[in-house]
């Protein structure tokens, strides 16, 4: 079955902790992205990727890291999370104009 | 940069009855413009899009048109059943560099009453 998959799917974790969101496509998409959903300001992109060791920042990347060693795998790096950093986050993979979400990440930073 | 307007951001409506969500797009170097459907727990997945250089198209149930001059698109469902409950999400996109960027707007939660 074609998907993105992201782990964990809910996360608590305390400020400055550092830690990773895996994402993981198997599609063979070119393209991947990481977006965050905060109420009321529907989905900002964080970070994209137009193949593997080639990245970019998008709208909001403040506070964030990525890679993009293989194809796959996109994973998204808070190295010293903030409480404003509580959101909702979605991997996405794309062919095309076409995106595919992944089922989402809820983090919460205390 | 693109800016994204979404009108409204809830609704309600009878099942059976039809919903509108309007948005706005300010860079006319958009052309392509995907709409989306988030059910709850679940990530937005694609359910119909529209191309600059068409201004009306219909899958079953949904339909999207487009105005370019005025910036503006649409999304139509007919005959609203509760499946349709969900949060919706316009997007206007263009090519950057190789890569389609996008912006979305900032959803419509849509809920069809029995």
């Given amino acids: 079955e074609a998907q993105v998959t992201q782990n964990p799917r809910y996360l608590i974790t305390v400020t400055g902790k550092k830690l990773t969101v895996t994402c993981s496509q198997n599609m063979n998409h070119e393209y991947m992205s990481w ?5 009321g300001l529907g989905l900002r992109q964080i970070y994209y990727s137009m193949n593997v060791e080639v990245t970019d920042k998008g709208d909001v990347p403040e506070g964030y890291k990525v890679s993009r ?7 998204l790096i808070l190295e010293s999370p903030s409480p404003n950093q509580t959101s909702l986050y ?10 595919y979400f992944g089922p989402g990440t809820r983090l919460l930073v205390l | 940069g693109e800016n994204v307007e979404q009108h409204p951001s809830t ?4 099942e ?15 052309n392509y413009f995907p709409w989306y459907k988030q059910e709850l727990g ?12 068409v201004g009306e198209k219909k899958d079953q149930r949904i339909a999207v048109t487009l105005n370019k ?25 263009w090519d950057s560099g190789g890569y389609q960027k996008v912006t979305f707007g900032i959803g419509t939660k849509l809920q069809v009453i029995p």
């Fill in chain 1, 35 to 39: 977006y965050r959903q905060d109420p």
């Fill in chain 1, 69 to 75: 060693k293989e194809k796959r795998n996109f994973p």
């Fill in chain 1, 90 to 99: 979605f991997c996405a993979s794309s062919f095309a104009e076409t995106q």
């Fill in chain 2, 11 to 14: 609704l309600s409506v009878q």
């Fill in chain 2, 16 to 30: 059976g009855d039809s919903a509108v969500i309007k948005c706005t797009y300010s860079d006319s170097a958009s």
């Fill in chain 2, 42 to 53: 679940k990530g937005p997945q694609l359910i119909i899009d529209i191309r600059s250089n």
């Fill in chain 2, 69 to 93: 001059t005025a910036k503006h698109f649409s999304l139509h469902i007919t005959e609203t059943q509760p499946e349709d409950s969900a949060v919706y999400f316009c997007a206007a996109s």
